[in-house]
């Protein structure tokens, strides 16, 4: 890349957490990679990715991740599963709104993101992307990640866009276990350093929508949806 004299584009995937941002993060990582690696290295553009959940202003290109709320609670509890015992269909335990607090507080963090992102939109390029909308389609909501980034579609024949969901969906069979791992080896924390993933990050609900079904008790749904009413009928 022409680092000498590109000024870099600037790259902001912000938005929801457990919302698909750190798949989202790797397939735009390599969109770009093949863009660059496609061009004169003299001419080609400097990229630079921000990962992070808070929307912040003066990025050339912004992508907003959004699921539904109720999934990303799940997938938080799960994470959580000791903090949200009694919560799950499988335990036995009774749920109280103690047990609760953690979850509603990563709930409004959520909604917080999402909104305050979505506000601002419309002062610079932003694209929502809707964790269901790439489930239902990939490839499709992938095109339009390439159109968005104003990259030459010719450089994305569909068969090399299957090559890119693939390779960032099955990051995780690779990623390192665990960040406080202490027999971590340089390689690792490099690898995670390049795709912001770690072997936790993945929960038993694997990334499916709609499990909240499955998981939750009925009265655990029904105090999260009354919590959520207002964001959820938006």
């Known amino acids: 890349m022409n680092s000498e004299s590109s000024e870099v584009i600037k790259i902001q995937i912000c938005g929801m957490s457990q919302s698909g941002s750190t798949l989202l993060y790797n397939i735009v990582r390599l969109i770009l990679n093949r863009s660059v690696n496609l061009q004169d290295p003299a001419t080609a553009p400097v990229y630079g990715i921000i990962k992070e959940h808070p929307f912040s202003l003066g990025s ?32 036995e335990a009774e749920s109280n709104g103690v047990v609760l607090e953690p979850a509603i507080t990563s709930m409004g963090k959520n909604i917080m993101w999402l909104e305050t992102a979505v506000a601002h939109a419309s002062m610079q390029n932003t694209f929502i992307w809707k964790y269901e909308a790439y489930k239902h389609n990939p490839l499709k909501i992938t095109q339009r990640i390439i159109s968005f980034l104003d990259l030459k579609r010719e450089f994305y ?27 971590l080896n340089v390689d690792e924390r490099a690898w995670n350093q390049k795709t912001k993933m770690w072997k936790i990050q993945q929960t038993s609900n694997k990334g499916k929508s709609g499990q909240w079904r499955n998981f939750l008790k009925p009265q655990i749904c029904d105090h999260l949806e009354m919590l959520m009413f207002g964001f959820l009928t938006k």
């Open 60 to 91: 050339d290109y912004t992508i907003v991740t959004m699921r539904d709320l109720r999934d990303t609670t799940l997938s938080w509890m799960l994470k959580h599963a000791d903090e949200c015992y009694g919560c799950f269909i499988d335990k």
């Open 157 to 183: 024949p569909v068969e090399i866009i299957k090559e890119i969901i693939n390779e960032a969906e099955s990051l995780i069979n690779q990623a390192p276990s665990d960040p406080d791992d202490p027999n």
